[in-house]
């Protein structure tokens, strides 16, 4: 079991995570080519049990070749407005470094959430590039204490 732990007593609760792009189905696969890249680069993610969904920016949804599922009505702060969807991949790194090859090359840990969500785009700002919502924390343990100390279990 990894387990995410924070304090957000006087920060926001933030995470490390990677977003990989929904393979095609095997029915519509053809060959390329150049197949397209794609690595789990680490983004700063709030983790945000007000938000109904996982929201991930402009930037990042444009340059992690993911996959346009056109717009959606999507009720916020500013009130009912239409926002571009993404479909990604969702994965948590934490700071557990293992040889998973078993060659002596140590790398960080990371978590892919199995099936893959349907984030909407939010603009770009300075604070973090992905909203992790209540459709991805409802499916583990995540817990505020007193102070501000958090922690986010994921399961194996």
């Not at 924070?6 to 150049?34: F, H, M, R």
């Not at 239409?82 to 990371?110: I, S, V």
């Not at 909407?120 to 007193?146: A, C, H, M, Y």
Request: proline share 6%.
């Amino acid at each position: 079991m990894r387990v995410l732990r924070g304090n957000c007593g006087k920060n926001k609760p933030l995470v490390e995570v990677g977003l990989a792009p929904v393979l095609p189905q095997p029915t519509s696969v053809t060959p390329i080519l150049n197949a397209p890249e794609f690595r789990l680069t680490p983004l700063r993610a709030l983790l945000d049990t007000g938000a109904d969904g996982t929201s991930i920016s402009y930037s990042v949804a444009r340059s992690h070749n993911l996959q346009n599922l056109g717009l959606r009505r999507v009720v916020g702060v500013g009130g009912s407005q239409l926002h571009p969807t993404w479909a990604a991949h969702l994965c948590f790194f934490f700071d557990d470094e293992a040889d998973f090859e078993g060659d002596g090359h140590r790398t960080k840990g990371a978590y892919l959430l199995e099936k893959p969500l349907l984030a909407v785009e939010i603009p770009d700002n300075q604070w973090f590039d992905v909203i992790v919502g209540r459709d991805v924390l409802t499916q583990f343990d995540f817990s505020i204490k007193r102070g501000g100390d958090w922690e986010l279990v994921l399961s194996e």
